[in-house]
C-alpha cells in the first residue's frame, strides 16, 4: 500500500466535551500519523492495539490500493502494511484467529498470526459489502449498503439472508438476535426474522453500531454524529461534527468506557470516553 502524507485541513472539533442528554464523551486522544481513509476498527485479541480497515483510495472501486493496518490503544501508528491489496475494505469482523474483512464484493479471510489473506468469499450480486458481525457459533453476517441487503455466510457458503433493508449498514450479532442500521433507523431481528424498530429518526444514516450495555446501544452516521440509543428508543446526541469530521464505523471498549472512532476522509482515528 501506498503510504500518503496527508495535510489535515480539516481540523478536528475545538471541544473535547459534548453531549445533549445524560451521557457526554470526552475526547482522550487523536493519531497525529495520517491514515489513509480509515472506516473500521476492531480489537487485536490479548494486545494493547486496533486492526483498522483502510481504504486508500476511493470506497467504491477495486483498486488493490486498500488494507488492513494496526495502531496502539494510545494512538501511535504501528502497521499501515500488515495487508495490502485489499479493494475499499470496510467492515471488520474477528473470530477466533480469523479476521473477516468487507471488501466490496468478497468477504477477505486473513490469518491473524500470519498478517496473510488465505481466502476471499464472493458474495453472489454483491456490489457494496460494508460492515461485519459474527456470532457466537461463527456464523458472519454482512451488509450491502447499495443493495439493502443482508448476507449470512456459514462454512464460507454466502447466502441471502434479508431483502428490502434499506440503506444496511451497521450490524450487531447478540445470542440469537441481530441488529441492524437500516437507513434512519435502529432493527432487531430475531431468529426467525421477526422486526422490531428499536429505534427511528436519526438525523443521518446509520453506520457504525456497538453495546453499550442494558439494551443500550452507540450509533454513528458517516457525516459526523454519534448517538446514545436507550433500550427504551429515545436517543441522545453524543456528538455532532457535520462538515468538520466524519464519525464511520466504531468499536466500543466497555471495561475502559472508549470510543474509538475512524474518521474517514479526516485521515485519523479519535479516541473518546463515555461519561
Not at 468478497?106 to 468469499?121: A, C, F, N, Y
Not at 428499536?198 to 448517538?227: H, K, M, R
Request: charged share 25%; net charge positive.
Amino acid at each position: 500500500m501506498k503510504i500518503r502524507k496527508w495535510i489535515l485541513l480539516l481540523a478536528l472539533p475545538a471541544f473535547t466535551i459534548t453531549g445533549f442528554g445524560q451521557h457526554t464523551i470526552v475526547q482522550k486522544w487523536t493519531t497525529t500519523d495520517s491514515i489513509p481513509v480509515p472506516e473500521s476498527v476492531v480489537p487485536v485479541a490479548n494486545k494493547n492495539e486496533l486492526y483498522v480497515s483502510l481504504i486508500d483510495g476511493n470506497g467504491n472501486e477495486k483498486d488493490g490500493k486498500g488494507g488492513v493496518g494496526i495502531i496502539t490503544k494510545n494512538g501511535a501508528v504501528k502497521d499501515l502494511n500488515w495487508v495490502t491489496g485489499l479493494n475499499a475494505p470496510k467492515g471488520l469482523g474477528l473470530y477466533k484467529k480469523r479476521l473477516y474483512v468487507a471488501d466490496l464484493t468478497d468477504v477477505v479471510v486473513i490469518d491473524t498470526k500470519e498478517g496473510k489473506v488465505i481466502k476471499k468469499i464472493p458474495v453472489p450480486d454483491a456490489v457494496f459489502l460494508n460492515d461485519i458481525t459474527i456470532d457466537s457459533k461463527g456464523v458472519i453476517y454482512v451488509s450491502d449498503t447499495r443493495k439493502h441487503k443482508i448476507y449470512r455466510i456459514i462454512n464460507d457458503q454466502p447466502e441471502l439472508y434479508l431483502d428490502s433493508a434499506t440503506n444496511a449498514n451497521g450490524l450487531k450479532a447478540i445470542g440469537t438476535d441481530l441488529y441492524v442500521l437500516a437507513g434512519k433507523e435502529l432493527w432487531k431481528l430475531d431468529r426467525n426474522k421477526r422486526k422490531t424498530i428499536v429505534a427511528s429518526g436519526f438525523e443521518q444514516g446509520g453506520d457504525g453500531l456497538e453495546p453499550a450495555g442494558n439494551g443500550d446501544f452507540l450509533v454513528t452516521c458517516w457525516p459526523g454524529i454519534i448517538y446514545y440509543v436507550h433500550a427504551n428508543g429515545q436517543f441522545d446526541k453524543l456528538l455532532d461534527v457535520q462538515g468538520r469530521m466524519n464519525t464511520a464505523d466504531l468499536f466500543y471498549e466497555a471495561a475502559t468506557k472508549t470510543l474509538y472512532i475512524p474518521t474517514f476522509n479526516n485521515y485519523s482515528v479519535v479516541a473518546y470516553e463515555l461519561k
